[in-house]
């Protein structure tokens, strides 16, 4: 289903697993995702979800950040996954910056068992998308994948 806000604005609202999922496409949006993978020692387990948790918390707090989520892999219960979406780049660079993420940084060696893997996406919204919204097929355009959430 879709429809406008305003003139200027694309909503796109789709039924996923039960949930509808409303995204509204503005001119101005850009979003920042980044996604980790922290594979942890075992026995040190307990204190990275600890960290990570407190880690979430704050960083949730911080001007800019839409989603900060630590999940438990699947296919090994000592991969931890981090994803992230902020309103801007400089939002994320102000996350870098902010004391917990030092204090993050700090103590993250202690429980890593291996390197930590991170991918960062820009994710930009173009004048065309907007200027075609009446023929958009969210479909097509938009892919969703509901997973549920291990922690939190």
Request: aromatic content about 8%; proline content about 4%.
């Amino acid at each position: 289903m879709t429809g406008q806000c305003s003139s200027s604005e694309l909503v796109v609202s789709r039924m996923v697993n039960a949930c509808i999922i409303r995204i509204v496409l503005s001119p101005e949006l850009t979003m920042i995702i980044v996604h980790g993978t922290f594979p942890v020692k075992p026995e040190l387990r307990d204190d990275a979800l600890k960290m990570m948790r407190c880690m979430a918390t704050a960083s949730k707090a911080e001007f800019g950040c839409i989603t900060y989520e630590f999940y438990v892999g699947l296919s090994d219960p000592n991969t931890l996954l981090l994803f992230q979406e902020w309103e801007s780049v400089e939002a994320l660079q102000g996350h870098f910056e902010t004391n917990h993420m030092e204090d993050f940084l700090r103590k993250l060696p202690e429980v890593l068992n291996g390197e930590v893997s991170t991918r960062r996406y820009e994710i930009k919204v173009s004048d065309s998308l907007l200027d075609a919204r009446q023929d958009i097929e969210p479909e097509l355009r938009i892919h969703f994948e509901y997973r549920e959430k291990i922690i939190h």
